[in-house]
Structures are given as structure tokens and as C-alpha cells.
Nanobody, 127 residues
């Protein structure tokens, strides 16, 4: 019953920045682990980042090696929204980016651990 809607994708030059948003509705947002995945044609969906809440304002973030130091995941529980700030973008970051929600994932990097998914937003990085 959770609905996720991504936004913020677009076309950007290499080295530029974008901020993706994922608005959630229909569930208790603060209880879910939220993740970002990406997928390009001909490749499997790839884990990007995830975040979980473990206190009033305590968040624990995890990143794929390919985006560490460049991407930042955050969440605003009051707005039921998770963000992915993407800096120093590279052409290889081009993909459809998907937001996902998991109640109690065994592992945060597996697509199968997430129960709910958005429809994706396209990010294109030109050289």
C-alpha cells in the first residue's frame, strides 16, 4: 500500500549535480529503510545507496563503492521524502534511478529485500 514517486531527474553535464526526490505515501515512512537503485539497458538493477532511521534525528547511510564521496542520501520524515544528492556526476551515472522501501531488509544492497518501488526517474549525464 506504499506508493513511491521519484522526481528530479534530467540532463546534466559531467561534473554537474542533481538532487533526486522520492515522495512516499500510504505507509509509516519513518519505519522503512529507504534505498536508491539504478538501471541501464542491458544491465541488472544496481544498488546505489540506502538510509535507515534509528532515533529522533539519527540516520545511518550506506553507499555503493561507485558513488561514495559523490552521492549523499538523506531523508525528511516530516515530509515523507528521501533524497539523493548527486555531485560530480559522470557519464557512467546515466541510468533510470529507482526509489525503494523495505520494512526489515536482511541486506540493504539486494533488490529483493525491498517491498515497494517507484517507477523511476531518468538521469542522463553528458560528457
Amino acid at each position: 500500500q506504499v506508493q513511491l514517486v521519484e522526481s528530479g531527474g534530467g540532463l546534466v553535464q559531467a561534473g554537474g549535480s542533481l538532487r533526486l526526490s522520492c515522495a512516499a505515501s500510504g505507509g509509516t515512512f519513518s519505519t522503512y529503510v529507504m534505498g536508491w537503485f539504478r538501471q541501464v539497458p542491458g544491465k541488472e538493477r544496481e544498488y546505489v545507496a540506502s538510509i535507515r532511521w534509528n532515533g529522533a534525528s539519527i540516520f545511518y547511510a550506506d553507499y555503493a563503492d561507485s558513488v561514495k564521496g559523490r552521492f549523499t542520501i538523506s531523508r525528511d520524515n516530516a515530509k515523507n521524502t528521501v533524497y539523493l544528492q548527486m555531485n560530480s556526476l559522470k557519464p557512467e551515472d546515466t541510468a533510470v534511478y529507482y526509489c525503494a522501501a523495505a520494512k526489515s531488509p536482511r541486506t540493504r544492497w539486494q533488490m529483493s529485500a525491498y517491498e515497494y518501488w517507484g517507477q523511476g526517474t531518468q538521469v542522463t549525464v553528458s560528457a
